[in-house]
Protein backbone atom coordinates (compact mmCIF):
# COMPACT_ATOMS: atom_id res chain seq x y z
CA UNK A 1 0.00 0.00 0.00
CA UNK A 2 1.34 3.36 -1.48
CA UNK A 3 0.27 7.09 -0.36
CA UNK A 4 1.71 9.84 -2.80
CA UNK A 5 0.71 13.26 -2.09
CA UNK A 6 1.00 16.03 -4.62
CA UNK A 7 0.12 19.75 -5.74
CA UNK A 8 1.71 21.51 -3.12
CA UNK A 9 3.67 24.95 -4.47
CA UNK A 10 4.72 28.46 -3.42
CA UNK A 11 2.00 31.21 -3.25
CA UNK A 12 0.50 34.04 -1.81
CA UNK A 13 -1.30 34.66 1.09
CA UNK A 14 -5.41 34.57 0.00
CA UNK A 15 -4.50 31.99 -3.27
CA UNK A 16 -6.13 28.66 -3.46
CA UNK A 17 -4.52 25.31 -3.87
CA UNK A 18 -5.68 21.90 -4.37
CA UNK A 19 -3.66 18.98 -2.79
CA UNK A 20 -4.39 15.25 -4.14
CA UNK A 21 -3.24 12.08 -2.44
CA UNK A 22 -3.38 8.82 -4.89
CA UNK A 23 -3.80 5.56 -3.54
CA UNK A 24 -1.60 2.28 -4.76
CA UNK A 25 -3.41 -1.12 -3.21
CA UNK A 26 -4.72 -1.99 -0.33
CA UNK A 27 -8.51 -1.54 0.48
CA UNK A 28 -8.97 2.40 -0.29
CA UNK A 29 -13.21 2.34 0.24
CA UNK A 30 -12.61 1.10 3.43
CA UNK A 31 -10.45 3.11 5.10
CA UNK A 32 -11.22 6.73 6.58
CA UNK A 33 -8.66 9.58 5.48
CA UNK A 34 -6.89 12.24 6.83
CA UNK A 35 -5.03 15.18 6.16
CA UNK A 36 -1.92 16.43 8.49
CA UNK A 37 0.87 18.87 8.61
CA UNK A 38 3.67 19.51 9.82
CA UNK A 39 6.33 22.58 10.29
CA UNK A 40 9.79 22.40 11.04
CA UNK A 41 10.55 22.45 15.24
CA UNK A 42 6.98 20.86 15.33
CA UNK A 43 4.94 17.93 15.69
CA UNK A 44 2.87 17.01 13.06
CA UNK A 45 -1.04 17.88 13.44
CA UNK A 46 -3.94 16.97 12.37
CA UNK A 47 -5.83 19.19 9.54
CA UNK A 48 -8.89 17.63 8.15
CA UNK A 49 -10.75 13.37 8.17
CA UNK A 50 -12.90 12.01 6.15
CA UNK A 51 -15.03 8.80 6.79
CA UNK A 52 -15.44 6.37 4.27
CA UNK A 53 -18.56 7.28 2.68
CA UNK A 54 -17.29 10.87 2.68
CA UNK A 55 -20.42 11.86 4.17
CA UNK A 56 -18.97 12.74 7.72
CA UNK A 57 -15.52 15.30 7.48
CA UNK A 58 -13.63 16.83 10.39
CA UNK A 59 -11.46 19.87 10.56
CA UNK A 60 -9.20 21.12 12.90
CA UNK A 61 -10.55 24.85 13.64
CA UNK A 62 -7.75 27.16 12.62
CA UNK A 63 -9.02 25.76 8.75
CA UNK A 64 -12.88 25.46 9.06
CA UNK A 65 -14.74 26.84 6.45
CA UNK A 66 -11.25 27.47 4.30
CA UNK A 67 -10.12 24.13 3.38
CA UNK A 68 -12.79 21.03 1.80
CA UNK A 69 -11.64 17.27 2.03
CA UNK A 70 -12.96 14.96 -0.59
CA UNK A 71 -12.48 11.95 -1.45
CA UNK A 72 -13.26 9.87 -5.11
CA UNK A 73 -13.07 5.82 -3.97
CA UNK A 74 -13.37 4.48 -7.44
CA UNK A 75 -10.05 6.74 -8.27
CA UNK A 76 -8.61 5.83 -5.22
CA UNK A 77 -7.84 9.44 -4.70
CA UNK A 78 -8.47 12.30 -1.85
CA UNK A 79 -8.46 15.91 -2.17
CA UNK A 80 -7.71 19.03 0.13
CA UNK A 81 -9.02 21.96 -1.40
CA UNK A 82 -7.39 24.96 0.46
CA UNK A 83 -8.75 28.61 -0.11
CA UNK A 84 -7.73 31.64 1.29
CA UNK A 85 -4.46 30.59 2.43
CA UNK A 86 -2.73 32.26 5.57
CA UNK A 87 1.10 32.48 5.93
CA UNK A 88 0.54 29.80 8.98
CA UNK A 89 -0.25 27.28 6.75
CA UNK A 90 2.61 26.79 5.19
CA UNK A 91 3.91 23.20 6.20
CA UNK A 92 4.51 19.86 4.32
CA UNK A 93 1.09 18.09 4.16
CA UNK A 94 0.46 14.53 4.51
CA UNK A 95 -2.47 12.17 3.70
CA UNK A 96 -2.80 9.22 5.69
CA UNK A 97 -5.11 5.95 5.22
CA UNK A 98 -5.39 2.40 5.72
CA UNK A 99 -2.50 2.58 8.03
CA UNK A 100 -0.18 4.08 5.66
CA UNK A 101 1.70 8.11 5.70
CA UNK A 102 2.20 9.37 2.16
CA UNK A 103 4.63 11.41 1.13
CA UNK A 104 4.81 15.06 2.12
CA UNK A 105 4.32 17.55 -0.28
CA UNK A 106 4.97 21.43 0.55
CA UNK A 107 3.24 24.22 0.61
CA UNK A 108 4.64 27.65 1.03
CA UNK A 109 2.78 30.85 1.88
CA UNK A 110 4.14 34.46 1.72
CA UNK A 111 2.63 37.89 1.96
Known amino acids: VQLQASGGGSVQAGSSLQLSCAAS????????LGWFRQTPGKEREFVAA????????RYVDSVKGRFTISRDNGKKMTYLQMNDLKIEDTAVYYC?????WGKGTLVTVSS
Open 96 to 100: YGMNV
Open 25 to 32: GGSFSRFG
Open 50 to 57: ISVSGRKT
